[in-house]
């Protein structure tokens, strides 16, 4: 649990644009509560004075007083004299129960919540016999301490010559193994940015990763990436992305060029070299999250991995300590972050990163300050089914066009003023709604059963109220069960019409 105490001036700027012409403590309590329950204000998190947030947001102290008010009802906020007002989470004490947002409950489960704030598909078929037969190869290990920061050779040998298979050629040590991407990403922030370092990221893009960037100190550089559909451009912003790069000297960037998160979008090969070549000449390490990047569905090129763009192997050469480049002829340094968390199960904490073995050696060294290394049973499943992927990727574009084309059918049909755009790949549609309204939607879906992420959850600065993440990574059942609950939703919002603000409309 966290005990984070978060300043009236922190939680004004979470709260983004929260007032909608109703009760001002109503409002103010609705946002708060879908900051919590989407993750963003953590169980523990202590809120502002009542007095301290009336100021700040322009209040009395009593429209502060009755939203706090509300929330303690709702069993999200527990208040303590002389200890302030703490976040909780509905269910048993502080921790989190079932409904309460993100990384609770399952598509399915038994609460009766669906909760699609996850894009992840269940357990491949046939996984548990994998399991058995790698359980088989533990006794080889069992004279050993159990843990290997690095990651077992027989697991690193294989990511290799996966990597090899795909057109980059890739060496055993180039290669470490982590507790799925996130972990990857996070161990990278620790390692390559310092605090008030600019990064370059993606707008809209993975929460976890802009949090773990943030949570390293990093200046966030944002640069659009926008769906397909509405005024017909798609994908990233090149001009303004070379220009951030050149302007703002980010040390390093995050990208995920195969089927974006949320966007579903791929970056062409040729802005693929130019993107490369321009962090090359600024001494930019660019981290490509891979982790959907072999999820094609029916994607017409066929494309390699990021790493493989560049002009030559990345290398050390020009590079400082810090890994920034020093002057003119510095080869580009891409890192690859990949794992079988959307390929074969979530539940297989299974990641890694490819690098050159200089860093490598850096990451290891410290890793040891967050953990000692990755599970070997597990990652003695994923050796056993490597060799398998092109079996397994056929098997998982089959549903995953299946999901995608019901997704898109359900909600042309139930919504067809919403725009859904077509994607070829990943796990998600990025759906925009055409009125700024998201927040209220994913609040109001909650009452109807249904957990799904607002879109300011991907966004740096509160941005995407227009959009919404809607994954069709699960069965039939879910889909049309999550269409008829934003139904009931927007039905609900359309009785009750909001003011079309135009807020951050024109970010996308």
């Known amino acids: 649990m966290s ?5 009236a001036r922190a939680l004004e700027s979470k709260l983004g644009e929260w007032r909608t012409g109703g009760s001002a403590y109503r409002g103010l309590a609705d946002r708060i509560r879908l900051l919590a329950l989407d993750g963003r204000l953590t169980a523990g998190t202590r809120l502002p004075a009542e007095r301290e947030l ?23 906020l527990s208040s303590v004299r002389g200890s302030g007002s703490v976040v ?115 707008q809209p893009s993975y929460p976890h990763a802009v949090e773990a960037l943030s949570a390293a100190g990093a200046r966030l550089v944002p640069v659009s990436v926008t769906a397909r559909g509405g005024n017909g451009s798609s994908g990233w912003d090149e001009p303004a ?3 951030a790069l050149r302007g703002s000297n980010p040390v390093l960037g ?31 390490v660019l981290i490509a999250d891979e982790t ?13 991995p990021f790493a493989a763009y560049t002009q030559g192997e990345p290398g050390n050469a020009g590079m400082n ?6 002057g003119a002829g510095v080869r580009a340094t891409v890192v690859t972050v990949g794992s079988v968390g959307k390929t074969i199960w979530g539940g297989l904490r299974i990641g890694w990163i490819r690098a050159e073995p200089a860093l490598i050696r850096r990451l290891v060294v410290a890793l040891t300050a967050l953990d000692m290394g990755t599970p070997i049973l597990e990652q003695l499943i994923v050796t056993r089914m490597l060799p398998e992927m092109p079996a397994i990727l056929e098997r998982r574009s089959r549903e995953l066009r299946a999901g995608r084309d019901h997704l898109e059918a359900l909600l042309s049909a139930r919504f067809p003023k919403w725009t859904v755009p077509h994607v070829d790949g990943g796990l998600t549609a990025w759906v925009n709604l055409g009125r700024p309204v998201s927040s209220q939607l994913a609040l109001a879906a909650r009452n109807h059963g249904l957990l799904v992420p607002a879109g300011p959850r991907f966004g740096v600065d509160g941005a995407f109220e227009r959009f919404l993440r809607v994954p069709f990574c699960h069965g039939v059942f879910e889909m049309e069960r999550a269409v008829d609950a934003l139904g009931l939703a927007w039905g609900t919002l359309l009785r009750h019409p909001l003011p079309d603000t135009g807020y951050l409309a024109d970010v996308v």
């Open 3 to 7: 005990d984070t105490q978060l300043s």
């Open 54 to 76: 009336g100021v700040r947001l322009g209040l009395s102290r009593t429209t502060v007083t009755a939203a706090y008010r509300e929330l303690r009802a709702a069993g999200l």
């Open 88 to 202: 909780r989470l509905p269910g048993s004490g502080a921790g989190s129960g079932a409904a309460a947002g993100p990384g609770s409950g399952s598509a399915s489960g038994d609460t009766g919540v669906l909760d699609l704030s996850k894009a992840t598909m269940s357990a491949l078929g046939g996984l548990a016999d994998v399991a058995a037969r790698a359980a088989e190869d533990l006794s080889r290990h069992l004279n050993g301490p159990g843990f290997d920061p690095v990651g077992i050779p027989e697991l690193r040998a294989a990511i290799a010559e996966r990597y090899r298979v795909r057109g980059l050629p890739t060496d055993p040590d180039q290669i470490m193994v982590t507790i799925g991407a996130q972990h990857a990403i996070s161990l990278l922030a620790r390692v390559l940015v310092s605090r008030g370092d600019r990064v370059l990221i993606e």
């Open 241 to 243: 992305l070379l220009q």
């Open 254 to 284: 995050y990208l995920m060029p195969d089927f974006h998160n949320p966007t579903g979008q791929t970056m062409p090969a040729e802005q693929r070299t130019r993107v490369i070549e321009a962090a090359a000449r600024q001494g930019t």
């Open 292 to 304: 959907m990047g072999e999820l094609s569905i029916d994607r017409p090129d066929d494309f390699m």
């Open 321 to 326: 300590g810090q890994g920034r480049g020093s």
